[in-house]
């Protein structure tokens, strides 16, 4: 996905299909869109929020530092944090400019407690972003496609089927 306060678009490699979305706006109002409007919810979304600490630090009752550790070769701190739905965990980049480096949601209300992990590469702020890190460039010449041909590129396989709740 990339979205430059006017378009999103979202690439599906293995499909080679793309779609583009006028939203123009902040991040915020995306990320609403794609929830209410389109159905397409994104679980490390509130890491990309402007009040992000405000919607992380909602329901928590449990709050661990776990010291650091490395990953990829980033050094990091963990810690881990308890709501009565979820346990999640965070690694932020230590050193100047930190950043989060990996988030993982384990949810506690279905059995085995699945889990959603998102780890940033590339990772820039300030200074170093640039207006044009942010323009689709098509690197396989993929083809446009409504948002309603991009089959596959959900969460769930196309052969999935929801049941009734139990």
């Given at each position: 996905m990339s979205f430059d306060g006017k378009?999103?678009?979202?690439?599906?490699?293995?499909?080679?299909?793309?779609?583009q979305l006028d939203v123009p706006g902040t991040l915020?109002?995306?990320?609403?869109?794609?929830k209410d409007t389109y159905h397409r919810p994104l679980p490390a979304a509130d890491l990309l929020l402007s009040n992000s600490?405000?919607?992380l630090m909602r329901d928590v009752?449990?709050?661990k530092d776990l010291g650091s550790g490395v990953i990829g070769g980033i050094e990091c701190d963990y810690l881990a944090f308890r709501t009565n739905d979820v346990d999640w965990q965070i690694w932020v980049a230590q050193g100047k400019h930190p950043y989060p480096y990996r988030y993982v949601i384990t949810s506690k209300l279905v059995s085995g407690g699945p889990?959603?992990?998102?780890?940033t590469r590339n990772w820039k702020s300030g200074g170093e972003v640039t207006a044009t890190d942010?323009?689709?460039?098509?690197?396989?010449?993929?083809?446009k496609?409504?948002?309603?041909?991009?089959?596959?590129?959900?969460d769930l396989p196309d052969h999935f089927v929801k049941g009734d709740a139990k």
């Open positions: 378009t999103l678009t979202v690439l599906g490699k293995n499909l080679n299909l793309y779609t915020d109002h995306l990320l609403d869109e794609l600490y405000d919607e009752v449990d709050v889990q959603y992990t998102i780890q942010y323009i689709f460039k098509n690197p396989t010449k993929a083809d496609v409504e948002l309603k041909d991009l089959k596959g590129a959900g």
